[in-house]
């Protein structure tokens, strides 16, 4: 008997032992991903959207948190509310860990409400419209692994409101999709009915947007109309450039030029660094406007009213001044420039064409360094094939210049003492060309005050600069070959086939005791 109770004593400090040596094993808790849970507040975890998904508020996905939106749900969202990704969101894109990629046929869509009472102020500081804020904004916090987008719709937003300092003051800007800082992937974007920009980027924001359909915002109340994609600050570098590829952008056919026109850039680009490649924008005032940027515009095919790519200045890294190349397009404009090159820019535009411009110049280039090479310029309705002013360096080898409306090339502003021109007085400039083919010039040129009125438009027209005009031909010319008054210039090798002068040198007395030339 004592030996029983002895082993059932010795059983029971066993199971004593084991159970406490099983209370002591972690035994990790498992719990599925939530489906379709969050619709307001903080996402914390890792959640799926999936078929319609209706939120009532702001969702933000917190940084380690990550959100993936299968391909054809439907995301609907009130008016004036967005969606703060600081963590990772994987839009219909397996490369990112959704469970397939989306197509045009099963796309996902973000789709705001629309304010059925326009007096009632929404929560933007710099717009006072009911649905302002509506929009998704990407941190430079996101998993980048794990982030991206593929055949996205963007619905009735009006736009996230991204308040920025520029140039010491606070300035607002808007867009659907913000990239606030992050390199990602988005393709297949299409945006209907949005107030403001399509897309924003700053902060060295870097994506590669391929794919997409684009157009301005529409917004004719609170914040007028805004660039199809808006840049400050972007692009983390000239080798990790904003992409934009493989995109369609149409805007406002009836944009108008000039400083009281209603044209709207379809892209505009400041203080950045940007890619823009195979890209068409059609049907809209301006087409690409750089400011202070740096990059290339790349085999697009721009067609709009007024300049077709306008840039001032240039994007700078430490002591490297870096340069917009501007390749194999063509630029078709109804009354702007095809390319303008203005204040300190520094442009290499090679292989494109350049037609149009009924009230400009095919290349505009004030103030600038620009080579220019293997270019077809004309027809041009309006002034001359390359007008340049202003202390500028151009190279001009092996391009095309043909039927323009006035001087093929103008190195030197003899308007600027003429009414309703520059009053740009002529400054230290500098021309090489060789190898171009000037043809078919049949103009009629004026400055009254520099040659009393009329006179035949001459092929080149060099006026108080420097060139160097080397083994150029120009042929069915009706006016001078060469006009060169006041200027310092080496012509060596040209073919001048001409019905006046092969060369008109002169000096220029401004009657005020200066003579040049």
Same mark, same amino acid.
């Not at 489906?35 to 996402?43: A, H, S, Y």
């Not at 001359?384 to 360096?393: E, F, H, K, M």
């Given at each position: 008997?004592?030996?029983?109770?002895?082993?059932?004593? #010795?059983?029971?400090?066993?199971?004593?032992?084991?159970?406490?040596?099983?209370?002591?094993? +972690? #035994? @990790?808790?498992?719990?599925?991903?939530? %489906?379709?849970?969050?619709?307001?507040?903080?996402?914390?975890?890792?959640?799926?959207?999936?078929?319609?998904?209706?939120?009532?508020?702001?969702?933000?996905?917190?940084?380690?948190?990550?959100?993936?939106?299968?391909?054809?749900?439907?995301i609907n969202i009130p008016f004036g509310k967005h969606i703060d990704v600081r963590g990772a969101i994987c839009v219909a894109a397996a490369s990112c860990g959704a469970p397939s990629d989306g197509t045009a046929s099963n796309a996902v869509k973000?789709?705001? $409400?629309?304010?059925?009472?326009?007096?009632?102020?929404?929560? &933007?500081?710099?717009?006072?419209?009911?649905?302002?804020?509506?929009? %998704?904004?990407?941190?430079?916090?996101?998993?980048?692994?794990?982030?991206?987008?593929?055949?996205? *719709?963007?619905?009735?937003?009006?736009?996230?409101?991204?308040?920025?300092?520029?140039?010491?003051?606070?300035?607002?800007?808007?867009?659907?999709?913000?990239?606030?800082? @992050?390199?990602?992937?988005?393709?297949?974007?299409?945006?209907?009915?949005?107030? $403001?920009?399509?897309?924003?980027?700053?902060?060295?924001?870097?994506?590669?947007?391929?794919?997409?359909?684009?157009?301005?915002?529409?917004?004719?109340?609170?914040?007028?109309?805004?660039?199809?994609?808006?840049?400050?600050?972007?692009?983390?570098? %000239?080798?990790?450039?904003?992409?934009?590829?493989?995109?369609?952008?149409?805007?406002?056919?009836?944009?108008? &030029?000039?400083?009281?026109?209603?044209?709207?850039?379809? #892209?505009?680009?400041?203080?950045?660094?940007?890619?823009?490649?195979?890209?068409?924008?059609?049907?809209?005032?301006?087409?690409?406007?750089?400011?202070?940027?740096?990059?290339?515009?790349?085999?697009?095919?721009i067609t709009v009213n007024c300049a077709a790519i306008d840039t001032k200045g240039f994007k700078q890294t430490g002591s490297i001044k870096h340069t917009l190349d501007v390749n194999d397009n063509i630029l078709t404009t109804t009354d702007g420039?095809?390319?303008?090159?203005?204040?300190?820019?520094?442009?290499?535009?090679?292989?494109?064409?350049? +037609?149009?411009?009924?009230?400009?110049?095919?290349?505009?280039?004030?103030? +600038?360094?620009?080579?220019?090479?293997?270019?077809?310029?004309?027809?041009?309705?309006?002034?001359?094939?390359?007008?340049?002013?202003?202390?500028?360096?151009?190279?001009?080898?092996?391009?095309? %210049?043909?039927?323009?409306?006035? *001087? @093929?090339?103008?190195?030197?502003?003899?308007?600027?003492?003429? $009414?309703?021109? @520059?009053?740009?007085?002529?400054? *230290?400039?500098?021309?090489?060309?060789?190898?171009?083919?000037? *043809?078919?010039?049949?103009?009629?040129?004026?400055?009254?005050?520099?040659?009393g009125g009329d006179f035949q438009c001459p092929a080149i027209h060099i006026f108080r600069a420097s060139a160097t005009l080397y083994n150029n031909t120009v042929k069915n010319n009706v006016g001078d070959a060469l006009r060169i008054k006041g200027?310092?210039?080496?012509?060596?090798?040209?073919?001048?086939?001409?019905?006046?002068?092969?060369?008109?040198?002169?000096?220029?007395?401004?009657?005020?005791?200066?003579?040049?030339?």
């Amino acid at each position: 008997m004592s030996s029983n109770l002895k082993k059932k004593s #010795i059983t029971m400090i066993g199971l004593l032992f084991f159970s406490v040596a099983l209370s002591m094993i +972690s #035994i @990790p808790a498992v719990s599925a991903a939530g %489906i379709n849970q969050t619709t307001t507040g903080l996402l914390n975890g890792q959640e799926t959207w999936t078929g319609t998904h209706t939120l009532t508020d702001n969702v933000t996905v917190a940084p380690g948190a990550s959100l993936v939106v299968n391909a054809g749900t439907t995301i609907n969202i009130p008016f004036g509310k967005h969606i703060d990704v600081r963590g990772a969101i994987c839009v219909a894109a397996a490369s990112c860990g959704a469970p397939s990629d989306g197509t045009a046929s099963n796309a996902v869509k973000f789709a705001w $409400s629309l304010p059925t009472d326009y007096t009632v102020r929404g929560p &933007c500081a710099g717009s006072i419209d009911a649905a302002c804020g509506s929009g %998704i904004v990407i941190r430079n916090t996101i998993d980048e692994a794990k982030t991206g987008f593929n055949f996205v *719709e963007f619905e009735n937003a009006y736009g996230y409101e991204l308040i920025l300092n520029i140039g010491g003051n606070a300035a607002a800007r808007y867009a659907a999709l913000v990239f606030d800082g @992050p390199r990602t992937n988005a393709n297949g974007l299409v945006f209907t009915n949005t107030n $403001s920009s399509n897309i924003f980027l700053t902060n060295l924001a870097d994506p590669t947007i391929t794919g997409s359909t684009f157009t301005l915002g529409n917004d004719a109340y609170a914040i007028g109309k805004r660039a199809a994609i808006s840049a400050y600050g972007a692009g983390a570098g %000239i080798n990790d450039p904003l992409r934009i590829t493989t995109s369609t952008f149409t805007g406002d056919a009836e944009g108008s &030029c000039g400083n009281s026109g209603s044209g709207i850039s379809m #892209i505009y680009a400041d203080n950045s660094y940007l890619s823009v490649e195979d890209v068409t924008i059609s049907d809209n005032g301006y087409g690409v406007f750089l400011s202070q940027s740096s990059g290339g515009v790349l085999n697009s095919d721009i067609t709009v009213n007024c300049a077709a790519i306008d840039t001032k200045g240039f994007k700078q890294t430490g002591s490297i001044k870096h340069t917009l190349d501007v390749n194999d397009n063509i630029l078709t404009t109804t009354d702007g420039a095809g390319i303008t090159a203005y204040d300190q820019a520094r442009v290499s535009a090679y292989r494109n064409t350049i +037609s149009g411009a009924e009230q400009a110049s095919g290349i505009a280039i004030r103030s +600038s360094i620009v080579d220019l090479q293997d270019n077809i310029i004309g027809p041009i309705g309006g002034f001359n094939g390359l007008w340049i002013y202003g202390t500028s360096d151009v190279t001009a080898i092996g391009n095309t %210049i043909t039927d323009v409306g006035k *001087e @093929p090339v103008v190195h030197g502003e003899y308007h600027y003492q003429d $009414s309703g021109w @520059p009053s740009v007085a002529p400054t *230290e400039s500098r021309l090489y060309m060789a190898d171009n083919v000037i *043809e078919n010039n049949a103009a009629t040129c004026n400055s009254v005050k520099m040659y009393g009125g009329d006179f035949q438009c001459p092929a080149i027209h060099i006026f108080r600069a420097s060139a160097t005009l080397y083994n150029n031909t120009v042929k069915n010319n009706v006016g001078d070959a060469l006009r060169i008054k006041g200027s310092i210039v080496n012509v060596q090798n040209n073919n001048m086939q001409t019905d006046s002068f092969a060369v008109n040198i002169s000096h220029h007395d401004d009657n005020y005791g200066n003579k040049y030339g």
